[in-house]
């Protein structure tokens, strides 16, 4: 069965799609993706190469995590996602549990943005909320993202305190695509409550990166905005 998955994203592969991804995804030497490799096929078709193998087991959706392709990384945690849909609350765990143990194979923002809020955030919607807090603290930027992102699911359910520590958190943390994941839960924040964002924001956004300040604001009346700009709230 894993070789037939196998088979299949080779065949969906496209040279020219993946030439295009391994730049934007920063691929190079010395940037955040380094030594990636794609295959070149677009995620709405990875999801539907994902459904038709939701019964892999762990041991083959391993060898996926441990894949030196991007996409076959992607469809693991793509299925481990249709997975925790389906499965009961033991099963959840279980799923929750390979999920961190794999957190180093889970190494670009659209492996993490495409899984961290449907397990880590499901998972933890009503229970404690340490783990967040571990991975928010560590030293491995995509740890500390899959913290701020797995947030989404308790801000769509309209429970903002975790999201608002873990901003706090990192909110002088160096790399860009920190900044940007948490301006973006800062912005969802927003959409549902803008008054506890900008609550946030007056003690923070002087402090905060512009790149951070800029998604978070990004859905701001233009005057508003322009004055958070220029430090004049």
């Known amino acids: 069965m894993l070789n037939q998955l196998k088979a299949e994203l080779n065949s969906l592969a496209n040279p020219k799609n993946a030439e295009i991804l391994q730049r934007f995804f920063k691929t190079g030497e010395g940037e955040y993706g380094e030594g990636d490799v794609f295959l070149g096929i677009r995620v709405p078709v990875q999801r539907s190469v994902a459904k038709k193998y939701v019964g892999l087991g762990f041991s083959k959706i391993q060898k996926l995590m441990d894949s030196k392709i991007h996409e076959e990384r992607l469809v693991g945690l793509l299925i481990l996602v249709d ?23 889970i190494n670009n923002w659209d492996l993490v943005d495409l899984s961290a809020p449907n397990i880590v955030g499901e998972f ?51 790399h860009d695509l920190i900044h940007k994941a948490v301006g973006w839960m800062l912005r969802e924040i927003g959409k549902r409550d803008l008054e506890t964002e900008e609550k946030f924001l007056k003690k923070s956004y002087k402090k905060m990166p512009r790149t951070m300040l800029r998604y978070a604001i990004e859905k701001f009346e233009e005057r508003k905005r322009k004055k958070y700009l220029k430090g004049e709230v």
């Open 83 to 105: 997975k925790f849909k389906k499965s009961d609350e033991t099963a959840k765990g279980d799923i929750f549990n390979f999920y961190l143990k794999n957190t180093k194979c």
């Open 124 to 174: 933890l919607v009503d229970k404690t909320k340490v783990p967040l807090y571990k991975l928010a603290e560590a030293k491995n930027l995509w740890e500390k993202r899959i913290a701020m992102v797995a947030c989404y699911s308790f801000i769509k359910r309209e429970d903002f305190r975790d999201a608002l520590r873990i901003a706090g958190i990192l909110l002088n943390d160096e």
